[in-house]
């Protein structure tokens, strides 16, 4: 099956800096989603974006479906962006499975 | 707030017992998912319906079940617990097969 990668698994950022999670797949993909999963354990849906780039504030995120790949930015990180940040992938093949990668685990430090 | 609910918040039970979890996804959704999400294995997939039919289903084990019912909300129903099954079990919800939006999650522990 598709195999899903998130790296770096984990991130310490001080506040107000950047950073660029990425998303790799293994093979064609319906759909990509990024999720932030915060500290008390709910998933927010951040974009939906199966190719191109969105921008949301201070996020964005662009997918290159071609080459496979996912990266969400986060500018001017804030303490509130702590959490587990999820790619999550609808592959073209197996039906309407929707697979997570194991996320990165940011933490922001005021 | 998502808009979906998910009941109950927490539940606690022992070994070999049979517990229902009810998802309420989002006015106007069709399609509802449901997850697992434990410490050793990550998000899983475990059931998608769309409009009361199953779609597609991932690692769902034989001791599980759900269904979707015509004002579509959505049940599943765990059985002969064991040990493992302890987890975060979140439902989620779509208009059809996209952007989807996540419950708050039932935290089901088996002791």
């Known amino acids: 099956g598709i195999q899903v990668e998130q790296s770096p698994p984990d991130l310490i950022l001080q506040e107000g800096a950047n950073s660029t999670l990425r998303c790799n797949f293994s093979?064609?993909?319906?759909?990509l989603q990024w999720f932030h999963q915060n500290p008390w354990g709910q998933l927010i849906n951040l974009f939906y974006i199966p190719s191109g780039t969105k921008q949301n504030g201070r996020l964005s995120a662009t997918t290159v479906a071609t080459e496979r790949y996912s990266l969400l930015y986060i500018s001017s990180s804030q303490t509130t962006d702590s959490g587990v940040y999820f790619c999550a992938v609808d592959p073209n093949t197996g039906g309407f499975k929707t697979i997570f990668g194991a996320g990165t685990r940011l933490f922001v430090k005021a | 707030d998502s808009g979906v609910t998910q009941t109950p918040k927490h539940l606690i039970t022992a070994t070999g017992q049979r517990v229902t979890l009810r998802c309420s996804p989002r006015?106007?959704?069709?399609?509802v998912y449901w997850y697992q999400q434990s410490l050793d294995q990550g998000l899983q997939f475990l059931i998608q319906?769309?409009?009361?039919?199953?779609?597609a289903k991932g690692n769902i084990l034989e001791r599980f079940s759900a269904q979707q019912f015509p004002d579509l909300h959505s049940e599943l129903n765990l059985s002969s617990l064991e040990l493992g099954d302890s987890a975060l079990y979140f439902c989620a919800s779509s208009e059809h097969t996209d952007t989807q939006y996540f419950g708050p999650g039932t935290r089901l522990t088996v002791l």
């Open positions: 093979d064609s993909v319906n759909n």
């Open positions: 006015s106007g959704d069709l399609s």
């Open positions: 319906y769309y409009n009361g039919e199953e779609r």
